[in-house]
């Protein structure tokens, strides 16, 4: 199940991705693959933590692991999907924007 898909901004990447309003996660861990545009999983699972700032849903801790070790830039898109796949309970996908 999609839950959002969000083209991201310098600001995403520089203080944590600003979740879209209609996301309906709850802040918390979350355990998480995520998969390049060449559909190659990155290594390792990651916890992305998902707090309230400025009265908004946004992934800090672990998002920024994400990023670089994906190489993500402005203009890059992600797409989030809950789903139950080898003991994580989302994946992520990224698209380089290019």
Known sequence: MEIFTKQLTPVDL???LVLPRDSNLEHRELSTIVESSADSRLP???TIHCSTRSGRLVFTRGWHDIARDA???SG???TFY???N???QYKMTVRNGG
């Open 86 to 88: 080898g003991g994580a």
């Open 82 to 84: 809950q789903e139950v």
């Open 76 to 78: 890059d898109t992600v």
């Open 71 to 73: 190489g993500l830039k």
């Open 44 to 46: 390792d699972l990651v």
């Open 14 to 16: 520089e203080r944590g």
